[in-house]
């Protein structure tokens, strides 16, 4: 008979051990629920219908700003180094890793109102599309070496060809100049 009592007991303890296993996972779990819960709650907060700001810089892992949405724009880093802006603008300008600026969606501060598209090399800019504000465009493609194309619909069509900042063909010839 103290073998069945002792095979009894046995099962008793086993069985003691898992009431003890099952109370603490069901007090987990209550704590879990009651967490996730209150989770739900904080998640179901409205978010805001705009955000209204001066400036808005993304940073890239390192610190470094890579996109800046703002009105006005700071002067460009070119080279590591801030320069002169030609003139005031508002818009979205892009950055290499180095942090100089490759580029813009802008539209100028100034009375002319124009809206550009630009893209930059590392060492200036290299395309600009320039919307005026009343009527036409004009592309302008360059290089480094002050080389350059330029075609406008402002006030009248006009094919402009740069190099080394000189015009060597302009159609029609008595048109103003496109190049900088």
Known sequence: ????????????????????ALSVGCAVLTIYLSL???????????????LTVKRLAIVDE???????IA???????VQGKRVKRDGPVSGILIFDPKGNER???????????AAFLTLDSERGQVFTAY?????????????????????STHKQ?????VQNKKVIYKRPSTAPDLHK
């Open 1 to 20: 008979m103290s073998e069945q009592l002792e095979a009894l007991q046995r099962r008793v303890s086993g069985l003691e051990r898992k009431v003890v």
């Open 36 to 50: 996730f819960a209150a989770g739900s709650v904080v998640k179901a907060t409205p978010q805001p219908e705009m």
């Open 62 to 68: 390192k610190g470094t700003e890579r996109v800046v």
């Open 71 to 77: 009105a006005p724009l700071p002067d460009p880093i």
């Open 103 to 113: 580029g813009g969606y802008v539209t100028s501060d100034t009375s002319d109102l």
């Open 131 to 151: 919307a005026n504000a009343g009527s036409g465009a004009t592309v302008w493609v360059a290089n480094e070496k002050h080389d350059a194309v330029a075609f």
């Open 157 to 161: 069509p006009v094919l402009e060809i």
